[in-house]
């Protein structure tokens, strides 16, 4: 049985970070080895690579399953791949599944999705193509929402230890995934959900408030498999742990595994353990994505964060007094002012950051950050536009035109310093900046566009 795993193509709507990243469809990835060890056929087709239509693959493999992933941004589109699979493939049984899918299943409730998968995405996809290759009906197999269900749902189950990502299913888009300067770039998932209760974080509604650590033997394994010098490690929180951190860093060295890495981590555990971090560099961390959030402590209290401005600070002087990039990132509430903004370039300017990534605070489902209906500047059903990058609230004593505007001025005032470009230059060489400064040109252009309908509309 063939079984089509698609990726989508984002909304022209949604700001485009895959100017700046693609990364590997992990995800799809892990389904296609369920398939595989099911001994189906598994196609996997990234629709944001791709130049040909939805309609060209699914009548060159005519796939009995359609599996498409995705997150809130993608609903839309989501839904149109399932109408035309049933335009083509009357008889085909389309699947929805992915992070938003399992925290709000009922966003992708249409006459064309034959199963919205809502937790334990493997096994439930395993139940699945058991019932559709027995000629049964999938509709009320465990882990497939059904709408007259009473709400909850089972406990969080991460992939079984001895099931890696089927990679040679992407092989022919591998030199493509990229994460800004780290290319090509693989993806590996060492741990499942954060210990941490920061009130905006998706990551807890997605493993149902637990944390789960992989076993380090099983996580050397999977590395050595991986041709990419380049690991984006996409744990929610890698570092967790200083015991765990300083094993790993043990086991790269027992194994003689040398590549370069990119993780996330919280500002107060590399405040609080400089002499990690440093260990870490010796093994190959490249850049850690930090969540700084904010330079003011009462939004980082109010983000139930329980780290301070200090860490925040110590945090970057940690990372680059071991050479390792910081990618910081910063919320920036519906309250902000023209001021707000200025204090702010200040502060990052007087940090020394390279990279920044300005996020408008986002009321996601299923987080602890909650906003009235009338609060809404952008309605729950226009998906696309939740990326995290649109103002969706209403703001307090600015325009909208002049929000976006403002996040345009600061990243041109923090990141196009001559000292900065200096520095890019003698590390990443001229075409990865000829590179990254064209896709910097194209999110700014969407955000300049974006003002201008605000400013058009009188927002």
Same mark, same amino acid.
């Given at each position: 049985?063939?079984?089509?795993?698609?990726?989508?193509?984002?909304?022209?709507?949604?700001?485009?970070?895959?100017?700046?990243?693609?990364?590997?469809?992990?995800?799809?990835?892990?389904?296609?080895?369920?398939?595989?060890?099911?001994?189906?056929?598994?196609?996997?087709?990234?629709?944001?690579?791709?130049?040909?239509?939805?309609?060209?693959?699914?009548?060159?493999h005519s796939p009995r399953i359609v599996?498409?992933?995705?997150?809130?941004?993608?609903?839309?589109?989501?839904?149109?791949?399932?109408r035309i699979a049933k335009q083509i493939?009357?008889?085909?049984? %389309?699947?929805?599944?992915?992070?938003?899918?399992? =925290?709000?299943? +009922?966003?992708?409730?249409? /006459?064309?999705? !034959? $199963?919205?998968?809502?937790?334990?995405?493997l096994e439930t996809f395993r139940h699945?193509?058991?019932?559709?290759?027995?000629?049964?009906?999938?509709?009320?197999?465990?882990?497939?929402?059904?709408?007259?269900?009473?709400?909850?749902?089972?406990?969080?189950?991460?992939?079984?230890?001895?099931?890696?990502?089927?990679?040679?299913?992407?092989?022919?888009?591998?030199?493509?995934?990229?994460?800004?300067?780290?290319?090509?770039?693989?993806?590996?998932?060492?741990?499942?959900?954060?210990?941490?209760?920061?009130?905006?974080?998706?990551?807890?509604?997605?493993?149902?408030? %637990?944390?789960?650590?992989?076993?380090?033997?099983? =996580?050397?394994? +999977?590395?050595?498999?991986? /041709?990419?010098? !380049? $690991?984006?490690?996409?744990?929610?929180?890698?570092?967790?742990?200083?015991?765990?951190?300083?094993?790993?860093?043990?086991?790269?060295?027992?194994?003689?595994?040398?590549?370069?890495?990119?993780?996330?981590?919280?500002?107060?555990?590399?405040?609080?353990?400089?002499?990690?971090?440093?260990?870490?560099?010796?093994?190959?961390?490249?850049?850690?994505?930090?969540?700084?959030?904010?330079?003011?402590?009462?939004?980082?209290?109010?983000?139930?964060?329980?780290?301070?401005?200090?860490?925040?600070?110590?945090?970057?002087?940690?990372?680059?007094?071991?050479?390792?990039?910081?990618?910081?990132?910063?919320?920036?509430?519906?309250?902000?002012?023209?001021?707000?903004?200025?204090?702010?370039?200040?502060?990052?300017?007087?940090?020394?950051?390279?990279?920044?990534?300005?996020?408008?605070?986002?009321?996601?489902?299923?987080?602890?950050?909650?906003?009235?209906?009338?609060?809404?500047?952008?309605?729950?059903?226009?998906?696309?536009?939740?990326?995290?990058?649109?103002?969706?609230?209403?703001?307090?004593?600015?325009?909208?035109?002049?929000?976006?505007?403002?996040?345009?001025?600061?990243?041109?005032?923090?990141?196009?310093?001559?000292?900065?470009?200096?520095?890019?230059?003698?590390?990443?060489?001229?075409?990865?900046?000829?590179?990254?400064?064209?896709?910097?040109?194209?999110?700014?252009?969407?955000?300049?566009?974006?003002?201008?309908?605000?400013?058009?509309?009188?927002?």
């Amino acid at each position: 049985m063939r079984i089509l795993l698609i990726r989508p193509k984002p909304d022209r709507e949604t700001i485009g970070l895959q100017h700046l990243m693609i990364c590997e469809p992990l995800d799809l990835e892990y389904l296609g080895s369920v398939a595989l060890d099911m001994g189906h056929t598994p196609i996997l087709v990234d629709m944001i690579l791709e130049g040909r239509g939805l309609g060209y693959f699914l009548r060159k493999h005519s796939p009995r399953i359609v599996a498409v992933t995705g997150y809130i941004t993608h609903v839309h589109i989501v839904k149109s791949y399932c109408r035309i699979a049933k335009q083509i493939l009357p008889d085909c049984v %389309t699947m929805v599944g992915g992070v938003h899918a399992e =925290v709000i299943p +009922e966003d992708f409730r249409d /006459a064309r999705v !034959d $199963v919205i998968v809502r937790d334990c995405a493997l096994e439930t996809f395993r139940h699945v193509i058991r019932a559709v290759d027995g000629g049964r009906s999938s509709e009320r197999v465990p882990g497939v929402w059904c709408p007259d269900e009473k709400a909850g749902s089972s406990a969080y189950k991460p992939p079984p230890e001895d099931l890696l990502p089927a990679r040679q299913l992407t092989a022919h888009y591998r030199n493509r995934y990229y994460y800004l300067f780290h290319r090509p770039c693989a993806l590996l998932k060492t741990a499942f959900g954060c210990p941490h209760t920061c009130s905006f974080c998706y990551c807890r509604a997605i493993t149902r408030g %637990t944390y789960i650590e992989r076993s380090l033997e099983g =996580v050397m394994t +999977e590395l050595a498999s991986i /041709a990419e010098d !380049d $690991v984006y490690i996409v744990d929610d929180n890698f570092l967790v742990s200083r015991k765990r951190v300083q094993a790993f860093c043990e086991q790269l060295a027992k194994h003689g595994i040398r590549k370069k890495y990119l993780v996330y981590g919280r500002a107060d555990f590399i405040a609080a353990h400089p002499d990690v971090i440093e260990t870490f560099a010796g093994v190959g961390l490249r850049a850690v994505i930090v969540g700084l959030e904010s330079c003011k402590q009462d939004e980082l209290d109010a983000y139930g964060k329980r780290s301070t401005v200090q860490d925040n600070e110590e945090a970057v002087r940690v990372l680059a007094r071991y050479g390792v990039d910081c990618y910081a990132t910063i919320m920036i509430p519906a309250t902000w002012t023209n001021r707000d903004f200025r204090e702010l370039g200040c502060w990052l300017r007087r940090l020394d950051l390279a990279y920044i990534n300005l996020q408008p605070l986002t009321p996601l489902p299923g987080t602890g950050v909650c906003e009235a209906t009338d609060a809404m500047l952008i309605p729950r059903d226009d998906y696309a536009k939740w990326d995290l990058a649109h103002v969706v609230v209403k703001l307090e004593h600015i325009s909208v035109a002049r929000f976006y505007m403002n996040i345009l001025w600061l990243y041109y005032r923090v990141l196009l310093r001559p000292s900065q470009t200096r520095k890019h230059l003698a590390r990443y060489g001229y075409w990865q900046n000829v590179r990254m400064s064209v896709a910097v040109m194209r999110i700014s252009l969407q955000y300049i566009r974006k003002a201008v309908c605000a400013m058009w509309r009188r927002q």
